[in-house]
């Protein structure tokens, strides 16, 4: 199991492994918020057959790293925890965990939130969706960005 934050991997992983070291060892965990994302098989009204996502190794583990500092910063937290996987991934395959925990829950729910709304807006990962009528490289969408701006940040990634 790795101890790290922040991984970004092609494998798979286990959200009950993930939980249970997030909070082993922990007496003060009295909340644990976990959020597991998974591809879908339509975007845009259009088939997805498949999802393919690249990253800048180093970059992208920092820029994430940064963000869990925030979280930390503004939620009383105990301990946060994301894991996105990059490569192929049909849909239904597991794409990303982002696990919290707190003494009381209201705090992990607003930390898992806000990690995750950063995810889909400013984490360094580039996604190509493969429809029956081609490849295509996704944006942000603008409703990422208003869910971003709610938290007092910024984002003009989306296109109008």
């Known amino acids: 199991m790795n101890t790290a934050r922040v991984t970004i991997q092609t494998d798979d992983f286990d959200l009950s492994a993930e939980v249970a070291a997030l909070r082993a060892g922990d007496p003060g965990v009295g909340a644990i918020v976990s959020f597991v994302g998974t591809v879908r098989d339509r975007s845009d009204g259009q088939g997805v057959q498949l999802m393919e996502l690249e990253h800048y190794p180093g970059m ?17 937290i105990r301990a946060a925890r994301v894991v996105h996987r990059v490569g192929a991934l049909k849909p239904q395959d597991q794409i990303v965990l982002v696990a919290v925990t707190s003494a009381h829950r209201g705090q992990a729910f607003q930390a898992c939130e806000f ?9 360094p990962f580039w996604k190509k969706e493969h429809t029956p009528d081609g490849a295509r490289w996704v944006d942000a969408r603008i409703h990422d960005d208003e869910a971003l701006a709610r938290w007092g940040i910024a984002s003009e990634n989306a296109g109008a």
């Open 60 to 76: 992208t583990e920092k820029s994430i790293e940064a963000m869990m500092a925030e979280a930390q910063r503004r939620f009383d």
């Open 115 to 123: 990690l995750m709304d950063y995810l889909k807006t400013q984490a």
